[in-house]
């Protein structure tokens, strides 16, 4: 988690600074001023400084990944491995024109630097593009099917729900009762010429996720209950030896194999039902975090250096406007568009985490209880009717993920309930009022700035807070992140497999994990040295330096 999370904590400015570089670019383009190829240039050195650290954080976190996830690897890795594999380009773009825009700063003509910069832009967002899509897979995988029947506004796990989208090979159905899967909840959807489309009950999925990486053989799998008896009553005695000791596994592969083949190997992470609000609400985030870094930065220097020759003064004013229009700006986008079709979004296709998120429960007193229609707001937002339904978190049975033949054992395994925590309740409702409070900060500058003109006569102490929304800024995107990965679970990928399944059999100590755990503070810590030694201080007034 903490690798992770510094990991994004750094890529939010690799994808935020270059965006804001190219803009400000084209800015200075426009207008022929000097000052603003300066804040560009400056804005660009910010970018290669925290790119460098973020693709060192990146390898390490890729490695925990590895250890201590290696079922979750091996399986996209096999069967999601494209956006992973296209990633590695995305990676050599970055490597490439990031420096060479740095160091060519000046060296090339205006027309090359617009192109160079929009590569320098295209690179962190490409790689973006390719991890959030596997990201967004695992959140709502292409082809799920909910539990949550809005028109009624009831859950329908008596029925089977959610299921996943499954396409078995024709030479495995003659092996299965078809007739028995429908009545556990299986819909058979179409056929093609080789294969049959089927919509299969996710604690089914998830029961024979775990045992294809446990290593099972039909003959000990739930399996044995679907096998088609007549099929069997065909088969000779080595036919049915081989058949039951089958590995899971082996059927599994088959049928995923032909899922993701039908869906497109190439596409079928990035049709994930959440996948385009998901890449949407990242980018914003990453904007966001920037913008507010640049206004806290620049609120500190005019704080700081009101004696500066004029020429400085006014080359941090112009930054400092910049940064709180922009800032205003991106983060009304983030929430009033973004994270209302991300909000939208998890609604329908992950709704036992919406159900946590808004905390339909008698447990606890929900945020939204305290606003005048707060509820009513909460599902137009959602839904688009005030009087829609809101899914019922108390209505989710603690075992709907879970296979009932094997339910004890099962449970044991996820840790006793399928629900989701309600902690995310606070973490997601505290992130939103800090978002708020940020947006209403950058609101109050751009209103003084609009009233006085001038940004030294911005009194001392809402310059100050600058700082202070630097970290907050910095909150909220962890607290989104928690949202999402928490929220999800008992799932690592919704409706297929659980955390249980994912992580390693051979965990390391509790020592050594912490032991990784601070390196990577560590790494934050000389980041923030960097910046200050190499953007901070060569940034001073030419007198102080």
Known sequence: MIGIEVHWAILQYVLGLSAISFILYLIYLKTGNKKWEKLAYTTFKGFVIVFAVGAATGTASEFGLVLLWPNLTEAAGRYVYFPLYAEVFAFLLEVVFVYLTFYGWRKFGKAAMVVLLFLSVVGPWYSAA???????????????EPAYNLATGHWMYDQGY??????VPKDLVPVLNVTLLEKLGMDVKGTTNDAVIVAMPSRIVQRLAYEAWAGYKVKDSILRIVVNKTTIEHMSKDQLNQLLNTPVKAIVDKILVKTVETVGVTWVTFKSPVYAASILHVIGSALTVSSFTMLGAYAMRIRKYKNASKEYKEYINAAFKFAVIFALIIIAVQGLVFGHEMGKAIAHYNPEKFAAMEATTVQITPVTKYLPGGEKLVALLAYGNPNAPLPSYDKIPNDYCVCQVTKAQDLARIGGTCKPPLIIHYLYYTKITLAVLLG?????????LWWKKDPEKT????????????????????FGWAVREIGRKPWTIYGIMTTDVAHTINPASTGAVALVALFFILVLIALGYSVWKFLWVPGRPEEEV
């Open 459 to 478: 009194p001392g102490w809402l310059l100050s807070l600058g700082i202070v929304a630097i970290i907050v800024v910095h909150l909220v995107s962890y």
């Open 130 to 144: 390719m991890i959030v899509s596997v990201n967004s897979y695992m959140v709502a995988p292409t082809g799920i």
């Open 440 to 448: 209403l900060y950058a609101l109050i500058l751009t209103g003084y």
């Open 162 to 167: 959610p299921k996943v989208t499954l396409v």
